[in-house]
């Protein structure tokens, strides 16, 4: 994508393309450059000044990285000449686009540069967003911006060898108005730096399946956060979807009105979100619960079941209970029925466990060792899984077998009948990666109709870009 430059003037010898009015944040501002009125004696000349500007802006992020830009000098003067300030000199343009760019969240002024005999004036600065989690990101910002259009800016390093981007003053192109046009150029690089922020946040939160490489920035599924072409007929899975362009703009807006919120703003936002999917799915009977994945959805059932398992701990005499649970620690005792195995996500047994189901884990992206548990919460309950295949057999060789609810309903009341204070939590897949609907829902209706709270019974569909783990009951809360 080019710079879009918007208004009637004609840019020429440029990529650029004129659109003023898109949203930025440079066009409600005023430029704050100062031209002094001289002497008659003086004639010809005009004097700029440029005195050090504070604008150490850090918003509410949790890990911003606000680089200053008072790395500029003390206060600067210069003296050019009438027609060079007419019709923009170097110096005048670059003391513009600085101003421009301290006057918007999404530039880091970081220095500047005279080239050649002084007539060249280069500006050097990172592009971001306010809610950046740190120079990694920043400097994947700038690069993408900067390489996209490589015409306009450059990538340069600085003294210490950090890759910064460089705009030399003055442009090669013809501007008509100065202010205005260069007000024009930084709302089309701010485009730019927008939906790289966005795309840039979008793939974060996750686990391994989003790490994202290459030039088009695609994950082990060959999607990625950039919006495909229009045309291009879209087959999402349960896993991992490339958003249209529909959604990438839905997603800026939304990102928009984080960045303009206040301290609470994600909090309020999400709330949002949760009251329109319980809306469509949830018709009252419960509440909503958002996951960096389905995967990670399974610690809300698991959860309950050490609670269950803890209390019943607690009531039971502990010479009932397995030798391993006779330490009086009041353990609680888990066990995961893990239906249709193999056909759901990869890493439903680790997270049935308690244990973390890939290399890389949402926040501040962490490694960890695939199945290491959990922090502290084994400490409160044992965790095992039980993995039940739902095909082969001798005569249901590719089919489901033909007793695959009583395989299930067996498993439980085995587990359940090792240890008083056991809890079982039973996986119902209403729709496998195959399309697989087992075991019937008459198998939680039974057990828990006859075992109570020692059963969670949780709903599991493998849907496209979302997966919903349904608590409790005959019909359950959609998570």
């Known amino acids: ?48 000044q440029v005195g050090v500007r504070h604008s150490m802006r850090v918003t509410r992020l949790r890990d911003i990285v606000e680089v200053s830009p008072d790395l500029w000098g003390p206060t600067e003067s210069s003296t050019v000449p009438s027609n060079k300030a007419r019709l923009g000199d170097g110096l005048t343009q670059a003391t513009i686009f600085k101003e421009l760019l301290l006057a918007s ?11 050649g005999d002084g007539d060249v004036h280069g500006v050097r600065f990172l592009m971001g967003s306010p809610r950046m989690e740190g120079l990694d990101d920043v400097f994947r910002v700038t690069r993408c911006v900067a ?7 450059n990538l340069v390093p600085d003294s210490s060898g950090m890759m910064v981007a460089e705009i030399k003053f003055p442009l090669a192109m013809a501007l008509d108005n100065t202010i205005e046009d260069l007000s024009s150029l930084v709302r089309a690089i701010e485009t730019q ?3 790289e922020s966005t795309v840039c946040l979008m793939e974060k939160g996750s686990d391994d399946r989003s790490v994202f490489h290459g030039e088009r920035r695609l994950n082990k599924y060959f999607t990625g956060m950039y919006a495909r072409a229009p045309d291009l007929l879209h087959r999402g899975t349960c896993t991992s979807s490339s958003p249209t362009p529909g959604a990438l703009e839905a997603s800026k807006e939304m990102l928009h009105r984080l960045w303009e919120g206040e301290e609470s703003a994600d909090v309020v936002l999400i709330d949002e979100v ?8 949830c018709g009252g009977n419960g509440r909503a619960v958002v996951h960096p994945s389905g995967t990670d959805a399974e610690t809300m059932p698991l959860l309950q079941a050490v609670l269950a398992s803890r209390a019943l701990a607690r009531r039971v005499p502990e010479s009932d209970r397995p030798e391993d649970f006779r330490d009086g620690a009041q353990r609680g005792n888990v066990i995961s029925l893990v239906a249709c195995a193999g056909e759901v996500g990869s890493g439903t047994t680790e997270a049935a466990e308690g244990r973390f189901f890939s290399k890389a884990v949402p926040l501040g992206g962490n490694r960890v060792d695939m199945g290491q548990e959990l922090p502290a919460l084994h400490d409160l309950a044992a965790m095992r899984s039980v993995e039940l295949v739902a095909r082969g057999g001798d005569t249901d060789v590719g089919r489901g077998k033909a007793d695959y609810d009583a395989i299930v309903e067996a498993k439980a009341r085995e587990a359940l009948a090792s240890d008083p204070a056991a809890v079982v939590v039973l996986h119902t897949v209403a729709g496998s990666k195959t399309g697989l609907v087992m075991p019937s829902p008459a198998v939680a209706d039974t057990l828990t109709a006859e075992f109570g709270e020692r059963v969670v019974s949780v709903l599991v569909r493998e849907v496209d870009a979302e997966r919903l783990a349904v608590l409790g009951g005959r019909q359950g809360v959609p998570l």
């Open 1 to 48: 994508m080019s710079l879009a430059i918007s208004s009637t003037t004609s840019l020429k010898g440029a990529k650029l393309q004129m659109t003023r009015g898109a949203r930025g944040t440079v066009a409600s501002r005023r430029v704050a450059v100062r031209v002094n009125a001289v002497s008659a004696d003086r004639g010809s000349e005009t004097k700029i």
């Open 105 to 115: 969240k999404h530039f880091r002024l970081y220095s500047q540069k005279i080239h």
């Open 147 to 153: 390489e996209r259009d490589e015409g306009l800016m």
């Open 193 to 195: 730096i927008i939906e």
């Open 274 to 281: 949760r009251a329109r999917v319980e809306e469509l799915f």
